[in-house]
């Protein structure tokens, strides 16, 4: 829930609020002191920001996501210092918003039987948003959870969980009508180990849905939301979790990967630990289980596995009883979303998706790498482009756009005496035509997708408010 210094509004492009530092030499243990100030636009930065707010620690739009629910074009919330407050810092931070810049403002009363002070971080999670409260007198954390922005409920974990405690948790990419939120359960921040839970319909009440995800020592977690596609998700487990969790200093994570079709939830009324995480299944390519290296330790730009592609799905993992080192690895694609894999190419590389699935190009993870990969038929055959003559570089990041409809892509690469070479690869032309999605005849270019049935006969549905 870190602050980035532009804030966008999901209702309009040229509504943006921009957080910046305004330092003094008026005190602070090094003579300087420095607080942050928001700033407005509503064109876009055509003209100079108006100020709005000062003191802040946190500002965000109320309607920062399209499926957020709040009408209001210009509610804005903030955290900020209580003038009223005899408490420390940050027990005397306080939630405000406002429908007007700031001319005029309110202060947001999360629990209607108390004021509640020490809001250290506040996020949009879909169609919801998620401000987080410091305990009093303790480390422990309260998150209150909202999806109209007048009605807030105190997120409920189960009793034995142990408590959230500031920054050991991670909110993960969510769905509108669940949260993903990923909770520390050891205790060092060394060789981090997770439990990850999902919300019910308005975020009040959390379940768990899978024990032991791996985490890094920035709580970055091994899992994602497979893009266009619901209910798919990706994440990776600690299976020597109590050796880690007894010797966290030196003891070295076995991680295995897993998949989930039903967004991992529990069967209904179902919580004991045997029957948690029965809905996340081991990857699989031919009869061997694969696992993936994932989120905790990113090679590219981007998401890791999935992207607007609908169903294609590309990483570097190992077939065997765990995962191995990422320079052992090969380069594997799936066609049905994660149900299948097959080994595309030998060792690691970067990867990256073009005409929505259509084009698949790729790169070697290596020192060296001389040539460009790329497929037309969803990676059992790949050509090759030369980088060049004498050209090796070690990639750094592969990108097209953020839609993967393109059929360009860029690459920065570093050569051998430290410079930096870009890479600039058009495939406009090399084909026919573009794919072509056909909604309402046969799907053209694209294989229609039916609803398949589990392995108990039971073909399972989401009811949506």
């Known amino acids: 829930m870190t602050q980035p210094a532009l ?68 509610g804005v919330f903030c955290i900020d210092l209580d003038p009223e407050s005899t408490r420390n810092w940050p027990e005397n931070l306080r939630l405000i918003k406002s429908e007007d810049w700031f001319d005029t403002k309110e202060i947001v009363e999360v ?11 506040m996020g949009a999670v879909k169609s919801f948003l998620v401000t987080a409260a410091k305990s009093i007198g303790t480390e422990e954390l309260v998150l209150y959870v909202t999806d109209d922005g007048e009605r807030w409920d105190r997120a409920h974990f189960p009793e034995d969980h142990g408590g959230i405690l500031e920054e050991a948790y991670t909110i993960l990419p969510s769905t509108k009508y669940a949260i993903q939120v990923d909770v520390l359960s050891t205790t060092s921040m060394r060789n981090q ?69 039903d967004d991992g939830t529990p069967p209904p009324h179902h919580t004991h630990a045997n029957v948690i995480g029965r809905t996340w299944h081991p990857l699989k390519c031919g009869s061997d289980n694969l696992h993936l290296h994932s989120e905790s330790e990113a090679h590219n730009t981007g998401m890791v596995f999935s992207s607007p592609a609908p169903g294609v799905l590309m990483g570097v993992g190992n077939i065997g009883d765990r995962l191995k080192p990422y320079d052992d690895c090969d380069f594997y694609v799936s066609m049905d979303a994660g149900l299948t894999w097959s080994k595309a190419r030998s060792g690691p590389h970067q990867y990256e998706f073009g005409d929505q699935g259509g084009i698949l190009v790729a790169v070697k993870d290596e020192d060296r790498a001389d040539t460009l990969y790329y ?20 990639p750094i990041f592969l990108t097209t756009l953020p839609d993967s409809t393109s059929e360009r892509f860029t690459m920065l690469g570093r050569k051998e005496d430290n410079g930096y070479t870009m890479f600039a690869f058009d495939f406009e032309g090399s084909r026919s035509r573009k794919c072509n999605l056909d909604k309402k005849g046969d799907g053209g270019d694209f294989e229609k997708w039916y609803a398949r049935y589990d392995d108990e006969g039971n073909l399972n549905f989401r009811k949506l408010d």
């Open 7 to 74: 804030v966008f509004s999901a209702d309009k492009d040229d509504y943006i609020l921009y957080i910046g530092s305004r330092c003094t030499n008026s005190g602070g243990w090094s003579g300087i002191t420095c607080r942050d100030h928001a700033y407005y636009t509503t064109n876009g930065f055509e003209k100079s920001p108006k100020p709005m707010i000062e003191g802040v620690l946190k500002c965000m739009f109320a309607r920062s996501t399209e499926e957020f629910k709040q009408d209001s074009k210009k």
């Open 111 to 121: 629990d209607p039987s108390k004021h509640v002070r020490g809001f250290i971080g």
């Open 193 to 261: 180990i997770g439990t990850l839970f999902m919300s019910n319909s308005n975020g009040s009440y959390f379940t768990r849905t899978l024990e032991n995800t791996n985490r890094n020592s920035n709580g970055i977690v091994d899992f994602e939301k497979v893009q266009n596609i619901d209910g798919i998700l990706l994440a990776n487990i600690v299976i020597n979790h109590e050796e880690v969790k007894s010797n966290p200093h030196t003891a070295e994570k076995q991680i295995q990967s897993r998949v989930s079709f």
């Open 375 to 394: 497929s037309f038929n969803y990676g059992t055959d790949w050509k090759e482009i030369p980088l060049g003559r004498d050209v090796k570089i070690r």
